[in-house]
């Protein structure tokens, strides 16, 4: 099942000169490795009719380190990655995940929690799907799934992260 895309590592070496650091701890590498470890739950759930129609799913990652302050949208895009074959999509999964994960950045919270108690605080062209969480920063979403299975997999690709950070994090100090 798993035909996956992945975007270029980003490295502070190939930012623009002035750009905001990035997450020490919570970088591509360990993105992509969050990923990895969450890859075949998510084949096996993709797998049924009922999670996913068509089998596919796009996952958009946000450096934690990188907020609204720092800088823009894209530019705090840590990975992304299309699960399943793309041909089959029958709409832009990979746009409709950014749109989620951009909701849960500007706002600092999941993008079912917003929209269940605070839809006060969406503007006017904000996305009204949800399957996007900001757990302890990291912001993390899905699209192509079933809105509470792109949660799912948003949550345990972000509680990868956050676990492979502490990892790293708890090296560094020894």
Not at 71 to 97: K, N, P, T
Not at 151 to 168: D, H, K, M, Y
């Amino acid at each position: 099942m798993t035909d996956t895309a992945a975007s270029p590592p980003r490295s502070s070496s190939t930012a623009a000169a002035g750009a905001a650091a990035g997450s020490r701890f919570a970088d591509a590498a360990a993105a992509r490795q969050a990923v990895a470890l969450a890859l075949p739950m998510i084949d096996a759930q993709l797998r049924d009719p009922a999670v996913s129609g068509l089998g596919v799913l796009h996952l958009v990652l946000m450096d934690p380190a990188l907020t609204p302050a720092h800088c823009s949208f894209e530019d705090a895009v840590l990975h992304e990655q299309s699960i399943g074959d793309r041909d089959r999509w029958d709409v832009d999964y990979a746009a409709y995940a950014r749109a989620k994960a951009r909701l849960s950045w500007r706002h600092g919270m999941d993008s079912r929690r917003l929209q269940a108690l605070q839809p006060h605080r969406l503007t006017q062209g904000e996305s009204l799907l949800w399957g996007g969480v900001c757990l302890d920063g990291i912001v993390v979403a899905a699209s192509g799934a079933m809105p509470q299975w792109d949660e799912a997999f948003s949550l345990a690709v972000a509680g990868n992260l956050r676990a492979i950070a502490w990892q790293q994090a708890d090296a560094a100090r020894r």
